[in-house]
């Protein structure tokens, strides 16, 4: 087994983790989730899950469509 970063597997993050990460409270995650608009994120078992690498996509993303929409 190697210990290179670059083959490790994203961490996952449960929704008040994601949520601190994001500096948002956890029912607007929940509420991101029910409309389809949020960082994507899935179900492991009972838990709602996300992956680190797939939150900071998210962000840039969010970051990009705040930097085209400006005149």
């Known amino acids: 087994m190697s210990d290179d970063p ?4 994203p961490e996952l ?3 008040t983790e994601a ?19 949020g960082p ?3 179900r492991l078992g ?3 899950i996300y992956r680190s690498d ?3 996509s998210w962000i ?3 970051r990009r469509q705040a930097t085209t929409g400006r005149s």
């Not at 670059?6 to 597997?9: I, L, N, P, T």
């Open 40 to 42: 994507r994120s899935f």
């Open 13 to 15: 993050l449960t929704i």
């Open 19 to 37: 949520a601190e990460l994001l500096r948002a409270p956890v029912a607007t995650l929940r509420y991101w989730r029910h409309l389809g608009t």
């Open 46 to 48: 009972r838990r709602v």
């Open 6 to 9: 670059a083959r490790r597997e």
């Open 60 to 62: 840039d993303d969010q």
């Open 54 to 56: 797939d939150l900071h």
